[in-house]
């Protein structure tokens, strides 16, 4: 089967959720392909992630329809990036502000790209959102797998999954909306930083002691970005593709901190099981008694990394020409963008330098 056919946008493009991980990638390869670009900030919030660039600012809230009129006004196609992001069962006012950002905002921006006559419209989606075999969760995960929702899900989960909906209900009313799903971002311009990131430069400043076995099926940041202007130029309007570069296990992972940081591999492994009991209770506590304590190793994130979720890529890879490359590029450009600002010190030996460090011997000088 070929590749859809490649549809051509050159109009102004909104992005939402720029200055976030994801959103800071794509704003800046659509600046690379000369897009006209506009993007819709929160005032007042970390906006770092677009510092410098040439691009239109609007100063708006999703939650808010009239800040998306103006947003969307004149663009003939929208990427919606923006979510919160969150893998912590913080109670019920917790989980409405998810909805509220989430599903009513997403809401609000295909009824405002509807009345503007916006051409197409990328969602990005949320592997989390993606059914699994309740019999083995390792099984690789497709686009037709159906979310179960009687489960520990977190409400952040669920709110991707009613994001779809409002995606597919937009669809159904004459808007061309697109998802595009991400499994576990790593890359660079992580300005907030994510989970991730914040695990990469702990790791390197000695502050990894532990972790958990696991895995988890991980996207780089080129791949995603990837994926997000392939749905928008080759996808089928009201369809969902899933995006993931490789699966990697926490001790695959723990490897690459050590080769890309250089400091010495965190060796304390700390048995799921046992984690799991120990975060629901740290989560219980830090939840009631330390609302503003940031919670890393949550009871949701250690399920999912001992669900050992993969994805299956086939669809995104049979209709858009998608290509996943390696994870361990991703690691790389991630260091190299915290050391660019100074939150890890710079790497001495170059990424091929410690790529033909790792090689046999024999591989290197070519003998059999
Ligand atoms: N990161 C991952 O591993 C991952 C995995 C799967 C799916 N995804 C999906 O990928 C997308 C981007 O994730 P990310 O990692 O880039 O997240 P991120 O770094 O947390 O960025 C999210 C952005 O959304 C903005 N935003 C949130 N609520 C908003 C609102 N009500 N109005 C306007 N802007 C709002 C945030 O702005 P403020 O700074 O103002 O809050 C922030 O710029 C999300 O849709 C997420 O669900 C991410």
């Known amino acids: 089967m070929a590749v859809n056919e490649h549809r051509r946008f050159d109009g102004k493009v909104l992005l ?43 100063y708006g809230d999703l939650r808010e329809p009239a800040s998306l009129e103006k947003a969307v006004e004149g663009c003939e196609t929208i990427f919606h990036v923006a979510a919160t992001i969150s893998t912590v069962n913080a109670g019920a006012r917790a989980a409405r502000g ?15 790209a509807k009345d503007a006559d ?13 059914g699994y075999d ?11 797998r159906p979310f179960y929702p009687f489960d520990k899900s977190l409400p952040y989960a669920h709110t991707k999954v009613l994001v779809e909906h409002e995606c597919l209900k937009a669809f159904a009313d004459g808007l061309d909306v697109i998802i595009a799903t991400s499994c576990a971002l ?33 996207v780089r940041a080129q791949d995603i970005v990837d994926g997000h202007m392939l749905a928008m130029h ?16 926490i001790d695959e992972i723990m490897a690459l901190l050590h080769e890309v940081t250089g400091r010495p591999p965190t060796r304390m492994r700390i048995p799921g099981s046992v984690m799991a009991v120990t975060s629901e209770v740290a989560s219980f506590v830090l939840t ?30 049979t209709e ?4 996943p490359t390696n994870v361990r590029e991703a690691f790389y450009e991630a260091y190299e963008h915290f050391a660019r600002r100074g939150l890890v010190p710079s790497r001495v030996q170059s990424r091929e330098a410690s790529a033909s460090r790792r090689e046999p011997s024999s591989a290197r000088t070519g003998a059999a």
């Open 16 to 58: 939402t959720g720029a200055a976030g991980h994801l959103g800071a990638n794509l704003v800046r390869r659509l600046l690379d392909e000369g897009r006209d670009v506009r993007v819709l900030l929160r005032p007042g919030d970390n906006n770092t992630g677009v510092d410098g660039l040439e691009l239109e600012r609007i």
């Open 98 to 112: 998810i909805f509220e950002n989430n599903v009513l905002g997403t809401r609000n921006l295909l009824s405002a």
């Open 118 to 130: 916006v051409a197409r419209v990328v969602v990005t989606g949320s592997f989390s959102a993606v």
């Open 134 to 144: 309740l019999d083995d969760p390792s099984k690789p995960g497709h686009e037709r």
């Open 186 to 218: 790593i890359g660079p311009h992580d300005y907030n930083p994510s989970r991730m990131g914040q695990t990469i430069i702990d790791h390197t400043h000695g502050r990894l002691r532990a972790y958990v076995p696991g895995g988890f099926d991980w």
């Open 234 to 249: 080759r996808g089928r309007g009201g369809q969902k593709y899933i995006f993931s570069t490789e699966y990697k296990e």
């Open 288 to 317: 009631n008694f330390f609302p503003n304590v940031h919670q890393l190793l949550t009871p949701g994130a250690i399920r999912i990394l001992r669900m050992r979720r993969r994805a299956d890529t086939q669809k995104a890879q």
């Open 320 to 323: 858009l020409g998608y290509r």
